[in-house]
């Protein structure tokens, strides 16, 4: 009986892995619902013991929003594609605030978890990417006051609102880029941590968030793009409020930086992976 | 029966110890050190303090070429002093951290209790802990759901299941987390000490559990400093010394082995502790602890003629000696004193600096026990050590009855019953 269950015992095969490892996302894929257990506990502790407790996923984009508002919209006047400036402004803070909020939270997640690493195996990525997916949960409320926030201005979304999910598709994998880069370096380093208010507010001010990505004339506009945002943000804009920055270019420029950040991230990630457990 | 469970082969770790390596590193650090390190290196090659610029590094082999089969159904005791890897290689074999080189095969799903209760969260409460722990664990939804009920039966906290686990007593809390663990049902269980967690009702309960999965057939690999629960739990040991297996085979073999290897270490260190109390003019030297039986085994038996032996350094006047002995989880099971005095009790003028105490049966039932002695004289305090020896006590027979191990007693008094008749 136990020979017949012998052949039927799974072979694992423990050795020492060298250089750049696979991504073992058959692995990964066993793990799913570990991911989703870790999705579900951010969700169910992020907001315990806060006494405003959800409203905080609004309110982070929506104090942003008048304070920009004030400074660049009222004082600066900036042009905002002959929008009014809140509105114009808001449906670039709701990605935004999803991209900071994963880029801050992932990029400690595992240091954050480090007695679990030293004590039991799981694939260590679950850690960074179910930081990022829970965010979702608080896009999608921000988002909600978008659309209330339309309709305060009557503006109807275009026939453009059908490609807002490849925009946000873009805005995930560029989070998820830049969150295992971040997660994995911090375990090593972790001026990674005092690094990232910097890295954040410099990125929001290099992305077309208080301004718009038509003060630039082509090829700059294009080479923008490189910042992956700067896609997602001019992406949003289009498909919500008709802007005519279309999606051309700087779309695709997005999209290759966003890929190219994703797939060096992961590969990043399971090359330092190893020495978690004992460095963290 | 024959198929391998565990397939060790060629099996190192190496860890840095203060080279560049560190813990982790401030940039900046890491690129001094980087520009630095040729130099260092050179510099010591100039000297000649290394051979090779290998050796320059602060190293450890915590495992230094492991071959080792365990066959499906085994249950195996790993035995070793802090440091000799044990821990190295659960943690390998469960994943945590990747060897150097060789490596492992596993044929089934490993299941650690290395630590449990990791991963709980406090602000979540215990129905939802178990979901999550369990999924870290490696279990799947529809497992969890499955054993549920057993799980929260075991860990007897069924009336707080959907409180936070933050206002759970530390006792709730372990018996929780062990019992998570201890339902995954692996086809290999790792298990490292989890047993000094606990009351001693739960820990008996525990050990239940364990030595049902071994009995089940599933291959156990256990941790331990407790070589009483060694010997219940399992039938083979291995002993690791340094990294390397220093004995295999079975249990009680390598339970002498190492017993022999430290208590060889206590004696030849009891001259150099510092860790005594008294005035110093006379100084323990040595304690043995040696069966009567032929051949002066160290392996004492419940029932058997003992001999204690106390060297000391000096003799002042008026002096007086007691030890006491303590079982393995520190309580005291008797004292025996110099100056109560009997008629029997012998000077011999041939003898200056030895205490002999025998005892013609040794009422002790099986375990691990421990020695403390102190020493009086001058009407002062002199010498004092805890745990200056330990010996370990085999099941024997007393008036022909066999005492064996029995959890929580350590005595064995000869008696006789009297019964109501046989039908």
Redesign the interface.
């Known amino acids: 009986m136990l020979t017949a269950q012998q052949t039927e015992l799974p072979k694992t095969r423990i050795e020492p892995s060298k250089g750049w490892t696979s991504l073992n996302l058959r692995e990964l894929w066993e793990y799913r619902e570990l991911l989703y257990f870790f999705v579900w506990k951010d969700l169910k502790v992020r907001y315990k013991q806060t006494i405003l407790g959800v409203t905080w996923a609004i309110l982070q984009p929506i104090l942003t929003m008048i304070i920009f508002s004030l400074f660049f919209g009222r004082l600066a006047k900036m042009p905002s594609d002959g929008l009014p400036y809140p509105i114009f402004n808001f449906a670039a803070l709701v990605p935004w605030t999803f991209f900071a909020n994963a880029l801050v939270n992932a990029s400690n997640s595992l240091v954050v978890n480090a007695n679990m690493i030293k004590k039991i195996f799981f694939p260590r990525m679950t850690l960074p990417i179910a930081t990022v997916l829970s965010g979702l949960v608080d896009f999608v409320l921000a988002f909600i006051i978008l659309l209330a926030m339309m309709s305060y201005y009557d503006l109807t979304p275009t026939i453009n609102i059908v490609w807002l999910p490849l925009f946000l598709l873009l805005a995930l994998i560029t989070s998820l880029g830049v969150s295992l880069w971040l997660s994995a370096m911090n375990v090593k380093f972790r001026d990674v941590r005092y690094t990232i208010p910097f890295l954040t507010q410099a990125w929001l001010f290099a992305t077309p968030i208080a301004y718009s990505s038509s003060l630039l004339s082509e090829p700059w506009k294009t080479i923008y793009g490189l910042n992956p945002m700067a896609g997602v943000v001019e992406g949003f804009r289009w498909a919500l409020l008709g802007t005519d920055t279309a999606p051309g270019p700087i779309i695709l420029v997005s999209s290759l930086a966003a890929l190219a950040l994703f797939i060096s991230g992961a590969y990043y990630f399971r090359r330092l992976e190893k020495d978690f457990a004992d460095v963290v | 029966?024959s198929?391998p469970a565990i397939q060790i082969v060629n099996l190192s770790k190496l860890?840095h110890i203060g080279g560049p390596?560190k813990?982790?590193?401030?940039?900046g650090e890491?690129l001094a050190d980087m520009v630095a390190a040729p130099f260092r290196r050179a510099m010591k090659l100039v000297r000649g303090k290394a051979g090779s610029a290998s050796e320059l590094d602060e190293e450890l082999w915590a495992l230094d070429d492991v071959s080792l089969e365990i066959k499906?159904?085994e249950a195996v005791g790993i035995i070793g002093r802090n440091g000799a890897g044990k821990s190295t290689l659960l943690?390998?074999?469960?994943?945590?951290?990747?060897?150097?080189?060789?490596?492992?095969?596993?044929?089934?799903?490993?299941g650690?209790l290395?630590?449990v209760g990791?991963?709980f969260?406090p602000?979540?409460t215990g129905r939802?802990n178990i979901?999550?722990n369990g999924?870290?664990?490696?279990m799947?939804?529809a497992e969890i759901d499955r054993k549920f009920d057993e799980i929260i039966a075991f860990a007897e906290i069924d009336r707080f299941i959907d409180t936070p686990v933050k206002h759970f007593s530390s006792g709730m809390y372990v018996r929780l987390a062990f019992s998570v663990a201890a339902h995954l049902e692996p086809?290999i269980l790792l298990v490292d000490e989890v047993l000094a967690v606990g009351d001693l009702a739960f820990q008996r309960k525990c050990l239940g559990k364990m030595d049902d999965v071994a009995h089940e057939?599933r291959t156990v690999l256990f941790v331990s400093h407790n070589m009483g629960l060694m010997q219940t739990f399992c039938t083979r040991g291995i002993y690791l010394q340094d990294g390397h297996v220093a004995s295999d085979g079975p249990i009680g073999d390598v339970v002498d082995a190492y017993l022999k290897s430290i208590e060889r270490n206590e004696a030849q260190n009891l001259v150099e502790r510092t860790d005594r109390k008294g005035q110093g003019n006379v100084k323990l030297i040595d304690v043995e602890v040696i069966s009567c039986r032929e051949g002066a085994s160290s392996i004492l038996k419940t029932g058997e003629a003992v001999r204690f032996i106390f060297h000391v350094n000096n003799r002042v006047p008026g002096m007086n000696m007691n030890f006491s002995i303590y079982d393995q989880i520190g309580q005291t099971v008797m004292q025996f004193r110099t100056k109560d005095h009997s008629p029997k009790d012998i000077h011999d003028p041939g003898n200056r600096l030895t205490f002999i105490c025998d005892v013609e049966q040794l009422f002790i039932l099986p375990g691990r026990y421990r020695v403390d002695v102190g020493i009086v004289g001058d009407n002062r305090l002199q010498d004092y050590i805890e745990a200056a020896a330990f010996f370990n006590v085999t099941e024997g027979f007393i008036e022909g009855r066999l005492e064996s191990h029995k959890e929580k007693f350590s005595v064995a008094i000869p008696h006789v019953w009297t019964l109501p008749a046989n039908n």
Do not use: C, W
Request: avoid cysteine; charge should be negative; proline fraction near 2%.
């Open positions: 029966m198929n860890y390596q813990t982790y590193d401030r940039f890491q499906h159904g943690k390998i074999l469960s994943r945590i951290t990747e060897p150097t080189s060789g490596y492992i095969d596993i044929y089934g799903r490993v650690s290395l630590e990791t991963g969260h602000e979540l939802e979901y999550l999924a870290i664990l490696g799947k939804k086809e057939g």
